[in-house]
Protein backbone atom coordinates (compact mmCIF):
# COMPACT_ATOMS: atom_id res chain seq x y z
CA UNK A 1 0.00 0.00 0.00
CA UNK A 2 1.08 3.61 -0.59
CA UNK A 3 -0.07 6.86 0.85
CA UNK A 4 0.30 10.11 -1.57
CA UNK A 5 0.79 12.77 0.09
CA UNK A 6 -1.77 15.81 0.47
CA UNK A 7 -2.52 18.70 -2.37
CA UNK A 8 -0.16 18.48 -5.08
CA UNK A 9 -0.17 14.40 -5.35
CA UNK A 10 -3.80 14.49 -5.34
CA UNK A 11 -3.86 17.43 -7.89
CA UNK A 12 -1.55 14.95 -9.68
CA UNK A 13 -3.36 11.93 -9.02
CA UNK A 14 -6.93 13.54 -10.06
CA UNK A 15 -5.35 14.43 -13.47
CA UNK A 16 -3.58 10.72 -14.31
CA UNK A 17 -6.99 9.52 -13.36
CA UNK A 18 -8.88 11.57 -15.66
CA UNK A 19 -6.47 10.83 -18.32
CA UNK A 20 -6.62 6.88 -17.71
CA UNK A 21 -9.99 6.84 -17.39
CA UNK A 22 -10.24 7.30 -21.30
CA UNK A 23 -8.53 4.42 -22.27
CA UNK A 24 -8.75 2.01 -18.43
CA UNK A 25 -12.24 0.16 -18.15
CA UNK A 26 -13.87 0.51 -13.90
CA UNK A 27 -14.80 -2.06 -11.98
CA UNK A 28 -18.47 -1.31 -10.05
CA UNK A 29 -18.54 -3.60 -7.39
CA UNK A 30 -22.31 -3.00 -6.43
CA UNK A 31 -24.52 -4.41 -3.19
CA UNK A 32 -27.42 -6.33 -4.21
CA UNK A 33 -29.68 -4.55 -1.71
CA UNK A 34 -28.74 -0.89 -2.50
CA UNK A 35 -29.14 0.39 -6.02
CA UNK A 36 -27.61 3.63 -7.45
CA UNK A 37 -24.43 3.31 -5.19
CA UNK A 38 -21.14 1.37 -6.36
CA UNK A 39 -17.33 0.79 -4.93
CA UNK A 40 -15.26 2.08 -8.34
CA UNK A 41 -12.10 0.15 -8.88
CA UNK A 42 -9.84 1.95 -11.55
CA UNK A 43 -6.25 1.20 -12.26
CA UNK A 44 -4.55 4.08 -12.67
CA UNK A 45 -0.77 4.08 -13.85
CA UNK A 46 1.85 0.95 -13.14
CA UNK A 47 -0.36 -1.49 -11.92
CA UNK A 48 -2.01 0.79 -9.07
CA UNK A 49 -5.51 1.36 -8.40
CA UNK A 50 -7.38 3.69 -6.48
CA UNK A 51 -11.11 2.51 -5.16
CA UNK A 52 -13.91 4.98 -4.89
CA UNK A 53 -17.40 5.96 -3.41
CA UNK A 54 -20.07 6.36 -6.09
CA UNK A 55 -23.65 7.07 -6.31
CA UNK A 56 -26.15 8.51 -8.88
CA UNK A 57 -27.01 7.34 -12.56
CA UNK A 58 -24.13 6.25 -14.36
CA UNK A 59 -24.39 9.02 -16.51
CA UNK A 60 -24.02 11.53 -14.00
CA UNK A 61 -22.26 9.41 -10.81
CA UNK A 62 -20.39 11.01 -8.05
CA UNK A 63 -17.57 9.58 -6.76
CA UNK A 64 -15.14 10.31 -4.12
CA UNK A 65 -12.05 8.93 -2.89
CA UNK A 66 -12.12 6.27 -0.40
CA UNK A 67 -9.72 7.15 1.82
CA UNK A 68 -9.30 10.78 2.92
CA UNK A 69 -5.35 10.49 1.96
CA UNK A 70 -6.02 9.00 -1.54
CA UNK A 71 -4.18 5.64 -1.27
CA UNK A 72 -3.08 4.03 -4.11
CA UNK A 73 -2.76 -0.07 -4.09
CA UNK A 74 -0.78 -1.87 -6.00
CA UNK A 75 -2.26 -4.98 -8.67
CA UNK A 76 -0.75 -7.55 -5.54
CA UNK A 77 -2.52 -6.21 -3.02
CA UNK A 78 -5.90 -6.60 -4.44
CA UNK A 79 -4.89 -10.53 -5.72
CA UNK A 80 -4.36 -11.22 -2.15
CA UNK A 81 -7.43 -9.43 -0.90
CA UNK A 82 -9.24 -12.00 -3.71
CA UNK A 83 -7.61 -14.96 -2.38
CA UNK A 84 -7.86 -14.21 0.86
CA UNK A 85 -12.13 -13.91 0.00
CA UNK A 86 -11.40 -17.27 -1.94
CA UNK A 87 -10.49 -18.68 1.65
CA UNK A 88 -12.92 -17.17 3.83
CA UNK A 89 -15.31 -18.36 1.66
CA UNK A 90 -14.59 -21.91 2.20
CA UNK A 91 -14.51 -21.61 5.79
CA UNK A 92 -17.67 -19.76 6.04
CA UNK A 93 -19.02 -23.12 4.02
CA UNK A 94 -17.67 -25.13 6.16
CA UNK A 95 -18.65 -23.46 8.94
CA UNK A 96 -22.59 -23.57 7.96
CA UNK A 97 -22.01 -27.29 7.55
CA UNK A 98 -20.99 -27.96 10.67
CA UNK A 99 -23.42 -25.52 12.50
CA UNK A 100 -26.78 -27.01 10.25
CA UNK A 101 -25.60 -30.41 11.03
CA UNK A 102 -25.81 -29.52 15.10
CA UNK A 103 -28.77 -27.20 14.57
CA UNK A 104 -30.96 -30.10 12.74
CA UNK A 105 -30.14 -32.76 15.62
CA UNK A 106 -31.13 -29.60 18.44
CA UNK A 107 -33.80 -27.79 16.55
CA UNK A 108 -31.89 -24.47 17.25
CA UNK A 109 -30.56 -22.90 14.16
CA UNK A 110 -31.23 -19.63 15.36
CA UNK A 111 -28.92 -20.46 18.89
CA UNK A 112 -26.02 -22.10 16.49
CA UNK A 113 -25.64 -19.43 14.26
CA UNK A 114 -25.71 -16.88 17.06
CA UNK A 115 -22.93 -18.31 18.98
CA UNK A 116 -20.79 -18.27 15.42
CA UNK A 117 -21.53 -14.75 15.14
CA UNK A 118 -20.55 -14.14 18.65
CA UNK A 119 -17.04 -15.81 17.84
CA UNK A 120 -16.59 -14.32 14.40
CA UNK A 121 -17.22 -11.14 16.72
CA UNK A 122 -14.60 -11.50 19.13
CA UNK A 123 -11.96 -12.54 16.47
CA UNK A 124 -11.64 -16.30 16.95
CA UNK A 125 -11.23 -18.23 13.82
CA UNK A 126 -14.10 -20.56 12.86
CA UNK A 127 -11.98 -23.57 11.38
CA UNK A 128 -14.47 -25.04 9.38
CA UNK A 129 -16.46 -24.39 12.24
CA UNK A 130 -14.98 -26.20 15.43
CA UNK A 131 -15.31 -22.91 17.34
CA UNK A 132 -18.62 -22.03 16.76
CA UNK A 133 -20.02 -25.11 17.19
CA UNK A 134 -18.18 -26.12 20.26
CA UNK A 135 -19.20 -22.45 21.73
CA UNK A 136 -22.51 -23.61 21.23
CA UNK A 137 -22.64 -26.88 23.37
CA UNK A 138 -20.72 -24.99 26.10
CA UNK A 139 -22.56 -21.40 26.01
CA UNK A 140 -21.57 -18.09 25.09
CA UNK A 141 -21.90 -15.07 27.07
CA UNK A 142 -25.05 -13.21 26.72
CA UNK A 143 -26.10 -9.58 26.35
CA UNK A 144 -25.08 -6.70 24.33
CA UNK A 145 -21.86 -8.75 23.15
CA UNK A 146 -23.61 -11.09 21.22
CA UNK A 147 -26.40 -8.62 20.12
CA UNK A 148 -24.20 -6.09 18.45
CA UNK A 149 -21.96 -9.09 16.44
CA UNK A 150 -25.26 -11.02 15.60
CA UNK A 151 -25.79 -9.54 12.17
CA UNK A 152 -21.94 -8.85 11.33
CA UNK A 153 -21.56 -12.60 11.79
CA UNK A 154 -24.35 -13.76 9.89
CA UNK A 155 -22.90 -12.02 7.00
CA UNK A 156 -19.39 -13.68 7.89
CA UNK A 157 -20.97 -16.69 7.76
CA UNK A 158 -22.51 -16.44 4.17
CA UNK A 159 -19.99 -18.36 1.65
CA UNK A 160 -21.58 -16.31 -1.65
CA UNK A 161 -20.82 -12.62 -0.29
CA UNK A 162 -16.79 -13.99 0.12
CA UNK A 163 -17.14 -15.82 -3.19
CA UNK A 164 -18.48 -12.67 -4.82
CA UNK A 165 -15.95 -10.46 -3.35
CA UNK A 166 -13.35 -12.71 -4.22
CA UNK A 167 -14.60 -12.93 -7.95
CA UNK A 168 -15.48 -8.66 -8.05
CA UNK A 169 -11.14 -7.86 -7.26
CA UNK A 170 -10.26 -10.44 -9.79
CA UNK A 171 -12.40 -8.93 -12.24
CA UNK A 172 -10.46 -5.59 -10.81
CA UNK A 173 -7.08 -6.76 -12.17
CA UNK A 174 -8.25 -8.45 -14.99
CA UNK A 175 -7.91 -12.61 -13.97
CA UNK A 176 -11.31 -13.49 -13.10
CA UNK A 177 -12.30 -16.18 -14.91
CA UNK A 178 -15.47 -15.93 -17.07
CA UNK A 179 -17.23 -18.94 -16.04
CA UNK A 180 -16.97 -17.29 -12.40
CA UNK A 181 -18.29 -13.76 -13.84
CA UNK A 182 -21.16 -15.94 -15.46
CA UNK A 183 -21.88 -16.95 -12.07
CA UNK A 184 -22.07 -13.75 -10.02
CA UNK A 185 -24.68 -11.15 -11.37
CA UNK A 186 -21.90 -9.48 -13.63
CA UNK A 187 -22.88 -7.39 -16.72
CA UNK A 188 -20.73 -5.72 -19.33
CA UNK A 189 -21.21 -1.59 -19.58
CA UNK A 190 -19.78 1.48 -21.20
CA UNK A 191 -17.63 1.86 -18.66
CA UNK A 192 -16.40 -1.15 -17.43
CA UNK A 193 -18.27 -3.76 -15.77
CA UNK A 194 -20.64 -4.06 -13.09
CA UNK A 195 -20.51 -6.76 -10.18
CA UNK A 196 -23.04 -7.31 -7.61
CA UNK A 197 -22.32 -9.31 -4.36
CA UNK A 198 -24.97 -10.56 -3.06
CA UNK A 199 -27.33 -10.26 -0.10
CA UNK A 200 -25.66 -7.38 1.59
CA UNK A 201 -26.23 -3.54 1.58
CA UNK A 202 -23.95 -0.97 0.62
CA UNK A 203 -22.39 -0.11 3.81
CA UNK A 204 -21.77 -3.32 4.74
CA UNK A 205 -20.01 -3.61 1.11
CA UNK A 206 -17.87 -0.47 1.87
CA UNK A 207 -17.01 -1.67 4.68
CA UNK A 208 -15.86 -4.86 4.19
CA UNK A 209 -13.92 -3.83 1.28
CA UNK A 210 -12.07 -0.48 3.22
CA UNK A 211 -11.35 -2.69 6.53
CA UNK A 212 -9.54 -5.45 3.70
CA UNK A 213 -7.98 -2.73 2.13
CA UNK A 214 -6.92 -1.06 5.00
CA UNK A 215 -5.46 -4.47 6.70
CA UNK A 216 -3.01 -4.75 3.50
CA UNK A 217 0.59 -5.01 4.99
Known amino acids: ?3 LSPKLKKIVLTGVLLLSQ ?3 A ?3 IQAEETPYKYIKA ?3 VNDRYIFEECHGNREELKCRNLFSDYRTFARSDIKKMADMNGRHALYAA ?5 ILAVSAYLGLIIGAKATAAYYIGTGVS ?3 GVAAVGGFFFGV ?3 TAVGTTFAAGLDELDPFVHRDMSIALERVIGVADSDDLDDVEARQIDEGMIVEIEDINFEQLKNKIKTQLEDID
Open 94 to 98: GADVA
Open 141 to 143: PSG
Open 22 to 24: LNQ
Open 42 to 44: TEI
Open 26 to 28: ATF
Open 126 to 128: LDG
Open 1 to 3: MKT
